[in-house]
């Protein structure tokens, strides 16, 4: 199978990642893409930015607005120290497919309908065409929160809805704010020619929406209650129609099998409070080529790979559930409103990083990701880093924390690590990072 021929379904961050990781691990890739059917605007941080970099990307990074000032208004205290990204997602999408394209992935641009499965692999169903069929032995799901569920076991958080308005007023300063209120939370961001966009995230089981025809009315009043909204609205009137995106959490217990993957949203999509939704369908889908390049060629390593890939999905939506809860904790106003109380409860009481201690500290064989590959190593857990460290700036732990552990009495920790041959310099920079990060007693 080592030609296998791999379709990804969807082309946003997540699809385009994995799909450029696959081509660089040699591997033929077409892309399957149809643009949104909204148009979507978010805020993104440095990070997504690096992310995306990272991943490759240098059209979709090309045309991105200089941050603009970000107004922050939680808990009755409102912060205007940070700054954001505002970008259109219909041109990030697009930068992608065109990065794509000029990686020499192949972009087949279509609606997916449904998918067969045929012998060891699948039937790819092209909707409005003449029965187009486009046949692939391994599957990347990446159409994001729209994926279908295929009856795999999915966790779900509170059920959240985001309404999304557009606006038209007077030109202004590109900027964006966000506001707590008693039923949820409002993100907007406006653009110098005047659009803009008014985002409200409720309660579906609690927020008593009336019918289709009164929404836009609804979120008006609501945004008219806002401070921070009032600059937004300031002589400036609805456009269009509104849309609803839902935005509850999702993790998906099974996220590979043995010829296919979901990654980005499809494998866990996150409460849109991080601003960080695509930084993390980043991570997922910058794993998944070495996980699909172990599924494919090393049979006897399937295991491995799914344990590996699955382990950091599930890892990474509880880091980011965790953070949401806080976050939603910290806003203390409202607290007995549906919006808030399921919401910093859930997903558990668990705290978001828990303190390392020394004797704590195991050495076991775990899956870790080499050369494309995943294959096991002995690395080191300690309560904070269940996945295991494998090196840190290439030195491997495992031998250091073995070394520390059999450590004899009066022995200096110098003197413990020198069978390891560590330059001078990079001992006592060891010493300095287990000593900071409780790895030693002191
Ligand atoms: P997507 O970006 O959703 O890409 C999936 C692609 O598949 C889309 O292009 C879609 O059109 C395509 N597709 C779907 N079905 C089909 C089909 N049948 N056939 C063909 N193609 C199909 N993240 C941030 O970083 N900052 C924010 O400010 C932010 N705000 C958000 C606000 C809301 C309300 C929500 C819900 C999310 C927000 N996010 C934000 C999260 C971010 O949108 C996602 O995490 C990120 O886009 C996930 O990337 P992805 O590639 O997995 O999926």
Redo the contacts with the bound molecule.
């Keep these: 199978m080592e030609n296998a021929k791999i379709v990804v ?7 385009g990642a994995a799909a450029l990781g696959l081509k660089a691990l040699g591997y033929t890739v077409s892309v ?5 059917p909204f148009k ?1 605007v ?3 941080s440095e990070r ?1 930015v690096e992310g995306l970099r990272n991943a490759g990307f240098k059209y979709a990074l090309a045309n991105l607005p200089e941050p603009s000032p970000r107004l922050a208004s939680w808990n009755g205290a409102t912060s205007s120290a940070n700054t954001e990204m505002l970008i259109k997602r219909s041109e990030l ?1 697009s930068g992608i497919l065109q990065d794509l394209r000029a990686a020499e992935v192949q972009v087949i641009e ?3 309908g449904k998918i067969k499965r045929r012998d060891n692999g699948y039937a790819i169903e092209l909707k409005d065409t003449d029965n187009t069929e486009i046949q692939a032995d391994f599957l990347v799901e ?6 279908p569920g295929g009856g795999l076991e999915r966790l779900r958080g509170s059920e959240t809805v ?1 309404l ?1 308005q557009y606006w038209q007023g007077k030109p202004c300063k590109p900027q964006s704010a966000a506001e707590s209120f008693e039923d949820g939370w409002a993100w907007m961001a406006a653009w110098s020619d005047g659009t803009r966009y008014l ?1 409200l ?1 409720l309660d579906v089981a609690s927020a008593e929406l009336p019918d289709k025809a009164q929404l836009v009315d609804h979120c008006t009043a609501i945004l008219r209650t806002l401070p921070s909204a009032q600059p937004f609205l300031e002589d400036a009137e609805p456009t269009g129609i509104l849309h609803a ?3 509850t959490p999702i993790l998906c217990r099974e996220a590979v099998g043995d010829n296919w993957i979901r ?4 494998a866990m ?1 996150v409460d ?1 409070l991080s ?7 980043l991570s997922s889908a910058l794993q998944a080529p070495a996980v699909i390049n172990t599924l494919i060629t090393m049979p006897e390593r399937v295991g491995l790979a799914k344990q590996f890939y699955q382990q950091r999905v599930d890892h990474l939506f509880y880091r980011f559930a965790r953070i949401g809860r806080d976050f939603y904790g910290s806003e203390e106003r409202w607290w007995d409103n549906p919006f808030w109380s399921t919401r910093r409860n859930w997903p558990d009481s668990e705290p978001l990083h828990q303190d390392t201690d020394p004797d704590s500290l195991q050495v076991v064989s775990m899956p870790v990701v080499n050369n494309g590959l995943i294959e096991e190593q002995e690395v080191v857990i300690t309560n904070d880093q269940p996945l295991g460290i494998w090196h840190l700036n290439g030195i491997p732990m495992a031998p250091v924390v073995k070394a520390l552990q059999s450590r004899k009495f009066g022995e200096s920790i110098a003197e413990c690590l020198e069978p390891l041959g560590l330059s001078n310099q990079l001992q006592q920079g060891m010493e300095r990072w287990l000593l900071q990060n409780h790895w030693l007693h002191r």
Excluded at 9 to 15: H, S, T
Excluded at 32 to 36: E, F, H, I, L, S
Aim: hydrophobic share 35%; glycine share 22%; charged share 20%.
């Design positions: 379904l969807g082309g946003g961050p997540a699809g399957v893409a149809d643009p949104r979507a978010e805020g993104i997504v999408d279509g609606r997916i990446a159409r994001g929160r729209s994926a985001s999304l985002q995230t995106r839902t935005s990654v980005g949203d499809a999509a849109p601003g960080n939704g695509i930084f993390q369908a």
